[in-house]
Nanobody, 121 residues
Framework: VQLQASGGGLVQSGGSLSLSCAAS?????AAWFRQAPGKEREFVAA????????LHTEAVQGRFTISRDNDKNMVYLQMTNLKPEDTAVYYC??????????????????WGQGTQVTVSS
């Protein structure tokens, strides 16, 4: 399965962006991670295969929402009230079989190429 992330861009602080991740086939648990310059990759959000179970890291709770459309093999990350500290390359990830909805990057089999999100102050 190949993943293609899109939707990144430059936005002012307080603005919104919506990221999309297109999968070439069916996936199970899916997630978004991000990596800022000079920092390690960090977990952002994950969703179960059904979309009913979701997990968002504390730093984005109330501002970001992960969702998916299995009919279209798409995973989304709606981001609102963006802050400069949200600036990073955002990566979508997905598992080929069931894994718990959590932040363990090693459990995801497929990774997209990343899309840059830049938030100006």
């Amino acid at each position: 399965v190949q993943l293609q992330a899109s939707g990144g861009g430059l936005v002012q602080s307080g603005g919104s962006l919506s990221l999309s991740c297109a999968a070439s086939g069916r996936t199970d648990t899916a997630a978004w991670f991000r990596q800022a310059p000079g920092k390690e990759r960090e977990f952002v959000a994950a969703t179960s295969s059904s979309g009913l179970t979701k997990l968002h890291t504390e730093a984005v709770q109330g501002r970001f929402t992960i969702s998916r459309d299995n009919d279209k093999n798409m995973v989304y990350l709606q981001m609102t009230n963006l802050k400069p500290e949200d600036t990073a390359v955002y990566y979508c990830a997905a598992a080929s079989k069931f894994v718990p909805v959590r932040a363990r990057a090693t459990e995801y089999d497929f990774w997209g190429q990343g899309t840059q999100v830049t938030v100006s102050s």
